[in-house]
């Protein structure tokens, strides 16, 4: 058995936070609903492996909110949910750690074939989307201003009218939960009360964890066609830095996870700001230097990511000083953090945008030069990526054109079924 490198509680509560930062109006919705989808499902005794598969069909349930609207409004989620629902399946099956969630997360389509359906004929993987839809409409109906429990016979009265929209078998196992006071102020109080669900222990090895950092990797790029092919493109450029410059295999793959996740706190970014193809003004520029404090803050609660935390975090800290968000000494930023400092700029300038192409190699090498001289980034660092520059600029490409095909299908999909 591979040695474990960090557990999938830790990693999975790292990732709901992160979800927290889309928007403000709907913080905390998606752990609402993974919540009471396990409890519903539980009353309905489901068996064990759709129990678990629920939790994170729930907190994923709406990821196609980041291509479907600027943000994730509660009008998104409120107007548009089979839609959301739809988006948020394809998102999901396109990696193939994902696409048992994303079929479940795409049955919430089918809740109109399964109408007073008996519980013994939707036992299968149908009954998960329809229980995560009944407890989005339920977490939907609270009023974050009215105590929770002077709402419960509003809620369940609102559900009992729409027991055909959503199956009687479920209706009937959601109001027996809801007798349970416990279960209401557990869903609005306590934020990760879904983690009591999941295994208390369950441990990743480096391999696995970085297979499911590339989920999460889709997420934060999918906001923008600005971001599309950012996070692959770094993630690329910096693993083939750590090579050259002779980090073990085991650390190469810890520098593809930091690259993956470097820009985790993007997600608090408004998506104006992100497009913005001008120079920002000193306002929108200190919005977006809060994206690596909360990328640094949200990895370090993780197991096993102390190390990368810095690497992920610190990647536009500074040499001379400089840097953002933690004014960093050049003693203070390890060799990681300055590989992905050196990785994120290369990709930044080579990268094509919609709003302009990529620099030609003459051009980035005087930016990466200067960047250099004037103390941002380390001169061996750099000078590793200048005698590589056409391997690693194809590696980092060919990554960058993968993720990018990705979006841009999915965008297309989009219009298709808008038209």
Known sequence: MKEAFTDLRDLTRAFASAMNLISPEVQNHHQQVAYLSYRIAEQMQLPAEILNNIVYGALLHDVGSIILGPTATLHVL?????????????????LPQTRKIAEIVGSTQLIQ???????SAIRDVRS???????ADFVSLLIAPDVSILNQVSRITETVKSQANEFGSPIV?????????????MDMLLRRDAFLDFLPAHNPL????????????????DFRSPFTAMHSAGVAASAVELARYIGMSEEEQTMM???????????????????????????????IIKEHAYYTTILLNNVSGFEQLAKWAGFHHEKLNGLGYPFRLNAEEIPLGSRIMACADIFSAITEERPYRKGMPK???????????EHGALCSIIVECLL???????????????????????????SRQESE
Do not use: C
Request: no cysteine.
């Open 128 to 134: 998960s989307g329809q229980i995560i839809r009944l």
């Open 362 to 372: 003459e051009k980035v090498i005087q930016v990466m030069k200067e960047n250099v």
């Open 205 to 220: 090895t480096l391999e696995r964890t970085q297979s499911l950092t590339e989920v999460m990797s889709v997420i934060i």
């Open 113 to 119: 074939s399964a109408r007073l359906r008996p519980l």
């Open 256 to 286: 593809r996870i930091a690259g993956n996740l470097h820009d985790l706190g993007k997600l608090k970014i408004p998506k104006e700001i992100l497009e913005k193809p001008g120079k920002l003004t000193d306002e929108e520029f200190n």
């Open 172 to 184: 009937d196992a959601f109001l027996e939960i809801s007798k349970t006071e416990s279960v209401w």
């Open 78 to 94: 409120e107007e548009h949910p089979l839609a959301l629902a739809k988006k948020s399946s394809e998102i999901l099956s396109l």
């Open 387 to 413: 005698d590589n520059y056409d391997a690693i600029d194809a590696e980092r490409d060919r990554q960058s054109h993968i993720a990018g095909r990705r979006y841009f299908e999915s965008i297309k999909n």
